[in-house]
């Protein structure tokens, strides 16, 4: 039984920064790739980071590029998203996401998905 859980939301000042983790059992970590989403309310649910499954390669949304960054532990098997400068904007549910073999910018591509943190920036 797959399962990914997601800690490490919470609420936070415009311009503060959350570290997001998502610990997996139950699947060969090393041989997914993962990624991160969030869907407002009333929003649809969008794509904000990706990674390898060896770590190599990443990619991000334009919106959170050069403010959070993606990153991976196979030993451990969790996945983290470091966010920086948040925005209210950047409020939403976070979701993290796993799929064989690559990564994709497409949510329903994934196969397994946690059940959500939910991140709330105050301006």
């Known amino acids: 039984q797959v399962q990914l859980v997601e800690s490490g939301g919470g609420l936070v000042q415009a311009g503060g920064s959350l570290r997001l983790s998502c610990a997996a059992s139950g699947l060969t970590f090393s041989r997914h790739a993962m990624g991160w989403f969030r869907q407002a309310p009333g929003k649809e649910r969008e794509f904000v980071a990706a990674i390898t499954w060896s770590g190599g390669s990443t990619a991000y949304a334009d919106s959170v590029k050069d403010r959070f960054t993606i990153s991976r532990d196979n030993a451990k098997n969790t996945v983290y998203l470091q966010m920086n400068s948040l925005k209210p904007e950047d409020t939403a549910v976070y979701y993290c996401?796993?799929?064989?073999?690559?990564?994709?910018?497409?949510?329903?591509?994934?196969?397994?998905w946690g059940q959500g943190t939910q991140v709330t920036v105050s301006s």
């Open positions: 996401a796993a799929k064989r073999p690559l990564y994709s910018r497409r949510w329903h591509e994934y196969d397994y």
